[in-house]
Each structure stands twice: as C-alpha cells, then as structure tokens.
Nanobody, 116 residues
C-alpha cells in the first residue's frame, strides 16, 4: 500500500507564507499526476492544485495566484508553497498521487492554521 507523508504545516499569521512537503515512496517510478486537497473544519474536502507529468499545473479558483505546486523528482517530493495566506486557508492539507499502475494514494494530512 502506497503511503505518502506530508509535513510543513503549522501556525501562520494572515498574510504569511508556508511551504508544505509531501514525500513519495522511491519505488513508485511512474506517476501521472500529483496534487493537494484540503479540508477545513466542518467542511468537505476540496481540491487545491495539481501538477501533471507534463509539468502543467492547475489551481482551484480560490488560490488566486497565492499558491505554487511543484515537484522535485530526484528528491521524490511534492511541494505546495503558500503565500498571502488567509484565515479561510485553515485546514488539513492532504497530498495525493496518481500512479500509472496503482490506485490514487493519499497522505495522512498536515494541519495549517492561519491565525493572528
């Protein structure tokens, strides 16, 4: 079973920045896409961003240019750089991968709290 490990969450002030990381198992060599979802307290999980194998990226409308998703293949890591964070960005952030020959895999999540 594929297991991803997120890190980098924490408490950040409104307008601040935070970078989340997601470690991907090294034995997964063929990945179609990687991405992030989030779940705010009392709300359903929602999609945040995706990074495709052709390096194209797409973001949810609420991102408004504030987040950047990237992938470091040699390090088997996916990042989500968050800038100008808002209280509404508070939530549990999950990374996922879509392997070529496996079902979608998720991490356990990393908590982001935006508060002054």
């Amino acid at each position: 079973q594929v297991r991803l490990v997120e890190s980098g969450g924490g408490l950040v002030q409104p307008g601040g920045s935070l970078t989340l990381s997601c470690a991907i198992p090294k034995w997964i060599v063929s990945i179609i896409a990687v991405g992030w979802h989030r779940q705010a307290p009392g709300k359903q999980r929602e999609w945040v961003a995706i990074y495709n194998t052709d390096t194209t990226t797409t973001y949810a409308p609420f991102v408004k240019g504030r987040f950047t998703i990237s992938r470091d293949e040699p390090r088997n890591t996916v990042y989500l750089q968050m800038k100008s964070v808002e209280a509404e960005d508070t939530g549990l952030y999950f990374c996922y991968i879509d392997p070529a020959h496996e079902a979608r895999a998720w991490g356990q999540g990393t908590q982001v709290i935006v508060s002054s």
